[in-house]
């Protein structure tokens, strides 16, 4: 938009240009605001991309230490039921089946019968455990076709104060009863160092958590007496469900909103969840969002000041124009339009008729002996009959487009377009008759009683052939009223022939 057209506006529409300088600062905040809830997105959908690599590489760990364990088991059972192995002697055999296969994290292997007691493992070769109430042991006896079984996490008896997690398998009788289990204890210490080695920001959290909701291990600890089981969260079941996933809620054990990234450890009743705060995750795009926001706030702040101000100025410089233009247009003494302005009206409807069908109607208004009305009454009062002959024009020149001006001295003209010949006497004459009986009433200072003459002239489209011919028409008909006596209205259609001028 250019300037001129910008100051054309706000001089007549100031409120729209404020209002279009606003729109156009709420567009930027809005961008601004787009902008940053894009980088919000993106910033979590990379936190997810993130704890999802964590959370394969976690579940890749532990599924692999679990199938060694695995393993170990399949070998172990292969091993009882070899007849050469079970004619050796037990500390050969023993040392045999456990010493060699037991790996760092495991903390007890060994083999339990039907009654649950240890036969022998690599753990004690003389205590004699009674395994009977552990949940492994009462699962495999229930089911015949249960596999690998992950058991919850309890405390070790052979090491007091550890906690372990065991991995079993069924033994059958060679008629398919149940002849016991055999068992592979790890340390629970184990998935904590996994855990610890992953860095998820200061709030965030990382776990091992059993279908049933109990917990395997959590980093960091949860320092509780009864830790808190997480399958009673609303939010639970969407990781029991489901082999892999993410959403955020919510912690039930400190109320702090997080990231949550789980997925299945294959074959078992682990989950692996990786969790990082929200807040954590955020922290950089909120130092964003708080220097967008306070920049792009105070930008669109300054740039709605700076137009409101600038269409006010524009407004008031248009303002000054306007009333700069119709002081050079306005007489002085009668406020009514001057004789530049009533050629530049003349002109322009002059130019319209000559487009259009219609009329255009001309009155030459002039004070009858006026030279005389100022020596004997002075040219102060004088003035003021100019004064109150314009008053009186004023008030019969009322539509829009119509024109009253000084023309010059004590004479004034009246442009009255689409106006014929009877519209324009009447006027004429109304004016006339109301100079002759004007009679003013307080606090109107008395004038004395003056006459006016009028000329009318009215042209159309094809007569008279110029501007300058209607004024003269009209000019002539002013003449023609004065030389029949004043005080009277006389329509150039209506005479015989041009007369010469009286004053």
Not at 14 to 29: D, E, F, K, N, Q
Not at 279 to 286: E, I, N, P, R
Request: proline content about 5%.
């Amino acid at each position: 938009m250019t300037t001129g057209k910008l100051a054309f506006l706000a001089g007549r529409h100031p409120l729209i240009v404020g209002a279009l300088g606003t729109l156009m600062a709420l567009g930027v905040m809005t961008i601004s605001l787009i902008t940053l809830v894009a980088a919000r997105d993106a910033a979590v959908e990379h936190a997810h991309e993130t704890s999802r690599n964590v959370t394969a590489v976690l579940v890749s760990n532990i599924a692999r230490t679990l199938e060694t364990s695995d393993n170990s088991l399949l070998a172990l059972i292969s091993a009882l039921k070899n007849p050469s192995i079970q004619s050796m002697d037990p500390e050969l055999r023993h040392e045999l089946l456990f010493d060699r296969t037991a790996a760092t994290y495991v903390t007890g292997m060994g083999v339990a019968d039907s009654q649950g007691r240890l036969v022998d493992g690599c753990c004690s070769t003389s205590h004699k455990w009674d395994f009977s109430d552990r949940d492994y042991f009462l699962a495999h006896r229930r089911s015949a076709n249960l596999g690998l079984y992950v058991s919850s996490v309890y405390r070790a008896r052979s090491r007091p104060g550890a906690e372990s997690i065991a991995m079993t398998r069924r033994i059958d009788q060679p008629d398919g009863s149940f002849g016991g289990v055999v068992i592979v204890a790890i340390d629970v210490d184990y998935f904590r160092q996994l855990l610890s080695k992953l860095d998820v920001g200061p709030h965030g959290v990382t776990a091992i958590v059993r279908t049933d909701g109990t917990l395997v291990a959590r980093n960091p600890a949860d320092r509780r007496a009864t830790p808190i089981n997480v399958g009673k969260s609303p939010v639970f079941p969407r990781m029991v469900n489901q082999e892999a996933g993410f959403y955020a809620a919510h912690s039930a054990s400190d109320g702090v909103l997080r990231l949550y990234t789980f997925q299945r450890v294959p074959g078992t009743p682990l989950i692996a969840v990786v969790a990082p705060a929200e807040g954590d995750v955020l922290a950089s795009w909120k130092r964003l969002a708080w220097i967008v926001g306070i920049a792009a706030s105070s930008v669109s702040v300054a740039f709605c000041a700076v137009v409101w101000l600038l269409a006010f100025a524009l407004r008031d410089h248009a303002k000054t124009q306007v009333l700069l233009t119709n002081l050079t247009q306005t007489d002085s003494l009668t406020g009514l339009k001057n004789r530049r302005a009533l050629d530049e009206v003349l002109q322009n409807e002059w130019a319209r008729l000559q487009r259009h069908d219609g009329c255009l109607s001309v009155l030459f208004v002039d004070a009858d002996n006026f030279k005389q009305y100022n020596d004997r009454y002075g040219h102060a009062q004088g003035d003021v009959a100019l004064i109150r002959l314009a008053e009186c024009i004023n008030r019969h020149v009322r539509r829009r487009g119509d024109l009253a001006a000084r023309y010059g001295g004590e004479e004034f003209v009246v442009v009255l377009p689409d106006t014929d010949e009877t519209g324009a006497v009447r006027i004429a004459e109304a004016i006339r008759r109301e100079v002759e009986h004007d009679h003013p009433t307080p606090p109107s200072q008395p004038v004395p009683p003056f006459t006016v003459s009028i000329g009318c002239a009215t042209g159309r489209r094809s007569r008279p052939s110029s501007l300058e011919e209607l004024t003269n028409l009209a000019d002539l008909a002013l003449y023609e009223a004065k030389r029949k006596g004043r005080n009277g209205v006389v329509a150039a259609v209506d005479m015989v022939e041009p007369t010469q001028p009286q004053s």
